[in-house]
């Protein structure tokens, strides 16, 4: 029995002899060869310059390296936008990755952060190996990275305020995006540190660009447009996020296409008026119960189908903005109210509304603008059928990629890491729509003596009608 026992615990190696594993490890050319192997665009850059160098000289090609060198940073220089789009998502993840994030430098960042593991057989530290690295702007970096075996994502978060702080980053946020892969979010500086001043009023209508109302400033220094023609808006953020900044802020930039008639406000705020009141004499109709709600819904319903008529009579696919068929922007501040909250009857007749508005509305001149908190399908059940979303602070993670799509919260866009007060209102991303990326932005912030002013100066002119002349299909309406 003795013998039995002591075979059970005795380690069955191949070829019939009992023998350790090597504690040795490749040689330093074979792990270069596997790193090469890793990344293949590193070797044919290298290959080119050795090409380069013997049939054209050290001479021609030292000149045509720099000549690149010095054309990228006059680009960069003189038009940031287009190198922002273009090559910035190509260059920033390389200069990361060499300059932070790869060699002697990570691997003492992840042993000081207790994430390198030891291996036991050969004393060595095995260090999590960086898969990629995505620089979405400026200041936010995102890390692919497989950990060492053993190690699982509460490793990681664990350490993530350690890991902030050896990075140098404001904030680190960590999330699994397959097996055996973890997306690990630096957040390197908050590039919002002082309020937007609120955008100023244009002089006439033909200022007022309707699709790009400058409605604050993004994290590169350029202006954070809004468009509201052609397209339906959808804000989410939590209370005090700064909802009211992109409210107001839109209707500042569109001000004198208000005031002449080019723009038509259909405000619904069931929270009793208590946000829009104060510019009640700017909107077309104003709605703070859920009766006059649902009546503002059924006259821009109608509104809809009168235009629709007279597209199909006219031959025509969309509609240019007049005097005569304005835009007509629907603004609906607390949106759950109205889509989950209400009397299950009355949600029932706004959904069903609110759907045939979304799906129908943009050829014919109408827009949709909603603000909620939860964003989710159980509270705003018609969430897809708005193309422009964006995302201001929320209180969960989950609802970042509710707003912004699938994956954009790893790729930089942590809007439920944005904090909750005053300081940071106005703060949130939207996805570009050339690199789909997200981009940080700050929503301008409206004062209550800047809403007089708009009030003031963009009040909309009373619409005379001419004697005999039969009015408008849309006045008849409204």
């Not at 119960?289 to 696919?317: C, G, I, P, S, Y």
């Not at 949709?368 to 059928?385: A, F, H, I, N, T």
Request: aromatic share 6%; with cysteine.
């Amino acid at each position: 029995m003795a013998h039995a026992s002591t075979t059970s615990l005795t380690r069955v190696y191949p070829h019939g002899r009992n023998h350790r594993p090597s504690s040795r490890t490749a040689g330093a050319e074979w792990r270069a060869l596997a790193w090469l192997a890793r990344h293949p665009a590193f070797l044919l850059v290298l290959a080119a310059i050795i090409a380069a160098l013997v049939l054209v000289g050290p001479v021609l090609t030292g000149a045509v390296l720099g000549a690149l060198v010095l054309a990228v940073l006059v680009w960069g220089r003189c038009h940031p936008a287009s190198f922002d789009r273009w090559a910035a998502p190509i260059l920033r993840p390389l200069w990361r990755r060499w300059t932070c994030y790869r060699g002697r430098r990570w691997a003492d960042t992840l042993a000081d952060c207790d994430l390198a593991r030891e291996n036991r057989r050969t004393g060595r530290l095995v260090i999590p190996r960086i898969l990629r690295v995505r620089s979405a702007t400026l200041s936010i970096d995102t890390l692919y990275v497989r950990p060492a075996r053993g190690q699982d994502l509460r490793t990681w978060t664990d350490r993530a305020d350690a890991l902030a702080d050896a990075l140098t980053a404001h904030r680190v946020a960590i999330t699994r995006t397959r097996p055996g892969v973890l997306a690990i979010v630096v957040e390197r500086d908050m590039p919002f540190d002082h309020v937007i001043p609120a955008p100023a009023i244009p002089v006439d209508a033909a200022d007022a660009d309707l699709s790009a109302l400058d409605v604050g400033d993004n994290e590169h220094g350029q202006p954070f447009t809004l468009r509201v023609l052609g397209t339906h808006v959808l804000v989410a953020g939590a209370s005090g996020s700064g909802k009211g900044s992109l409210l107001w802020a839109p209707m500042r930039a569109m001000g004198p296409a208000i005031r002449d008639g080019l723009v038509r406000l259909w405000v619904i705020d069931l929270k009793g008026g208590a946000e829009t009141s104060r510019g009640a004499p700017l909107f077309h109709r104003h709605a703070t119960t859920m009766t006059d709600a649902l009546r503002v819904l059924h006259d821009v319903r109608d509104v809809l189908k009168n235009r629709q008529e007279h597209m199909r009579a006219n031959n025509l696919r969309r509609l240019d903005v007049s005097t005569d068929r304005p835009l007509d922007v629907v603004v609906i501040d607390e949106m759950a109210m109205l889509t989950a909250y209400g009397e299950r009857s009355d949600v029932r007749d706004a959904l069903r509304l609110l759907a045939e508005l979304l799906t129908q509305g943009r050829a014919c001149l109408i827009s949709v603008m909603g603000y909620v908190q939860e964003p989710s399908k159980d509270v705003v059940d018609v969430r897809e059928l708005f193309p422009t979303r964006v995302c201001l602070g929320v209180t969960a993670a989950s609802h970042v990629d509710m707003v912004l799509g699938d994956g954009a919260r790893e790729r930089g866009a942590l809007a439920d890491e944005i904090p909750g007060d005053p300081r940071h209102a106005g703060i949130g991303f939207v996805i570009d729509q050339g690199s789909r990326l997200p981009v940080r932005f700050r929503a301008a912030y409206v004062s209550d003596t800047e809403i007089d002013e708009l009030v003031d100066r963009c009040t909309p002119r009373p619409r005379l009608q001419a004697i005999g002349l039969p009015a408008d299909d849309d006045e008849g309406v409204a």
